[in-house]
């Protein structure tokens, strides 16, 4: 299953001529050569690709706040947790170990 920034940076690199190496969740967009008007068209195609609507006055700065924008948005049952032992023996086992 691909990650908010997976998805993130599928966009951007079909979207934009921006090598997926230099998107980090560090870097500000103004870093990698989007101005106002292409965060436009990146929020839209975001908005096509995740199903979450933005409100293009709102776009964070970064990468990584936009993929914590998008995973709040998303809710609880689209967060990737690791799932729980099947038995709470092992699991009182796995964290002592």
């Known amino acids: 299953m691909a990650t908010t ?6 966009v951007l690199t079909e979207t934009f ?3 997926a ?6 870097r500000t967009f103004e870093d990698l050569g989007l ?4 965060l ?9 690709s995740t199903g979450i609507t933005l409100n293009d006055t ?14 709040a948005a998303a ?12 038995d709470p023996a092992l699991a009182a086992t796995d964290a002592g170990a």
């Open 58 to 71: 709102e776009l964070p700065k970064t990468v990584g706040q936009l993929v914590t924008l998008l995973d």
């Open 40 to 48: 436009l068209e990146m929020g839209l195609a975001v908005q096509e």
């Open 35 to 38: 101005d106002s008007l292409a």
């Open 75 to 86: 809710g609880p049952d689209a967060a990737q947790a690791a799932p729980a032992p099947a």
């Open 5 to 10: 920034l997976d998805t993130i940076t599928q």
């Open 17 to 19: 001529p921006i090598d």
């Open 21 to 26: 190496a230099d998107i980090t969740p560090e």
